[in-house]
């Protein structure tokens, strides 16, 4: 069964003379739980308009003067677009009058008799109504955005789920070499050991691409480039220390994970693996006392953290290629919103209309009541 809908609460303005219609009509509205003010004064009508809404404004056509209905309409047009304004005449009216009080927004012209007919307050309740109507309306208009955003973040957050649960699989099992995308490898050594090292293991065919330089000078012209994945940097270069050239592959932003290593003896394959952070601190202080710069205040301190000791051969190939399993990872976690987009087109294609309208349709209600 449909709810009928409550009048108790609902404010009618009713801008009439004190007499017998306007009681009557004022008793037979407040029968029905309407609270209804009257008034015949134009400044105070305005001044309630301003001040309060109205579901329905009930305007004598010749209060407080002759035709003066027809400029309050006017006014309550403007001053509360959102309220239904009816017109009262105690006598008939030239077409001109009801072609105006249209044009003017009215929503009923209504010739009154001696008795106050049931038309009138069938009118009021029906207006009253779509107003309320039109309330629910616009507060379920809300909530179905407000759930479909929620359902949208969900669905995502599940998409997300789905693909760590992925990851986890692919770090449990690992991919082949030649699966994943091919890696670029700078390895900064003025030593040839640790590359052969890797190469004998690690090759071409199977995506890993090595650059061999042998001074920090020409690491730094190019390791900032963002064309390496990895770095591998001696800490003991002949020209300058490797950690200045890892910290400043850091330091310029590149994509490039760096790392410095030392040599534990004479071995190629047994290294101390550091991760590089980039600079530590390039602040250079002036010694007070001196009033100069010393080598201690222009001293770069070092940033590189995380030793790892590689005892062996198949210990740095495994590093290594943890770090490319690692690099791949990160990669794919970067294209899951656009693998979202990819395996929901058609539903995102919809959902996106749909919320443009939402958007559109709460702005107009919100330009309404404003």
Not at 172 to 191: A, F
Not at 214 to 242: C, M, R, W, Y
Request: aromatic share 8%; charged share 25%.
């Amino acid at each position: 069964m449909e709810k009928r809908p409550s009048y108790v609460g609902l404010e009618i303005l009713l801008v009439m003379g004190e007499d017998k219609i306007a009681e009557e009509i004022v008793g037979l509205l407040s029968s029905e739980g309407f609270l209804v003010t009257r008034l015949s004064n134009y400044s105070q009508a305005v001044h309630l308009m301003e001040a309060k809404f109205f579901v329905v404004a009930l305007f004598d056509l010749d209060t407080p003067e002759q035709n003066e209905g027809l400029r309050l309409l006017k006014k309550c047009r403007d001053l509360s677009p959102v309220t239904h304004p009816v017109m009262l005449a105690r006598h008939k009216c030239s077409a001109n009058h009801v072609i105006k009080a249209n044009n003017l927004g009215c929503f009923e012209f209504i010739i009154l008799n001696d008795v106050v007919g049931s038309y009138l307050i069938d009118k009021v309740k029906e207006y009253a109504a779509l107003i309320s109507y039109e309330g629910e309306r616009d507060r379920l208009l809300k909530k179905v955005s407000e759930v479909h955003n929620k359902f949208f973040k969900r669905m995502f957050a599940l998409h997300i789920k789905a693909m760590d649960a992925e990851e986890d699989l692919i770090a449990i099992s690992g991919i082949p070499d030649e699966e994943l995308p091919p890696v670029q490898i700078l390895v900064v050594d003025d030593r040839s050991g640790l590359l052969e090292t890797l190469t004998s293991t690690l090759t071409p065919s199977l995506g890993w691409n090595f650059r061999h330089l042998t001074l920090a000078s020409e690491a730094l012209d190019q390791g900032a480039s963002g064309d390496f994945h990895v770095a591998l940097i001696n800490k003991n270069l002949p020209d300058l220390p490797g950690t200045m050239v890892a910290s400043t592959i850091q330091s310029a932003g590149s994509r490039t994970k760096s790392f410095v290593f030392t040599y534990q003896g004479d071995s190629t394959s047994e290294i101390t693996l550091f991760e590089s952070t980039g600079v530590a601190s390039t602040s250079i202080t002036i010694n007070a006392a001196q009033e100069r710069f010393t080598a201690k205040d222009a001293q770069i301190k070092e940033s590189i953290e995380n030793p790892v000791e590689l005892r062996s051969e198949n210990d740095l190939v495994s590093k290594i290629r943890a770090v490319r399993q690692d690099l791949a990872a990160i990669e794919r976690k970067s294209h899951y919103a656009k693998n979202f987009k990819i395996h929901h087109f058609d539903f995102l294609q919809e959902y996106g209309k749909l919320r443009e309208e939402l958007a559109a349709a709460l702005t107009r209600m919100e330009a309404v009541g404003r």
